[in-house]
């Protein structure tokens, strides 16, 4: 069975987000969205960090969300719940996922080059080919992950779980 996800413009997700919503479950972005193309994405990025306190207990919530190829150089999205998220060859370099729930993500040829993902949970996900080139993934959960051919050149693995990751081919 398949969900049928609703589609959104990016301009409209990023508009909701401002107004306060927070649940984006089942949204699929027009494919390829320059997110931090925008012309309000450095709104949004200012507006959630004043908000950051709050973003603990009430994350944006993406779970179960199409965002493929998402352009979001530097995002800020500290604790987001996107679980099994579609974010295959999305670039999110620089981004910030601390403590972020990625779990069955798939991740697939996401370019991750020094995103903060500091304890988040990409178990069972999705990170072959991806690159994280001096990524924090420090006390990431990564119980799993597959990992196949991913870049992990400079990664910070310290207290990472990588039990029962799917590592062959990864470059560390």
Known sequence: MTTQLTNMRGEEFVMRILAGQRGFSGIQLEPNFNLAGCEDFFKMQIYLRENATNLRQFPLILDGSDLTGMIAYGLYWPFVSGKKVKLQRADLREANFREANFRGTNLERADLERANLWKADLGVANLVRA????????????????????????????????ERAYLEGARP
Do not use: D, V
């Open 131 to 162: 690159n994280l080139w001096k990524a924090n993934l420090w006390k990431a959960n990564l119980r799993g992950a597959y990992l196949e051919g991913a870049n992990l050149r400079e990664a910070y693995l310290a207290g990472a779980n990588l």
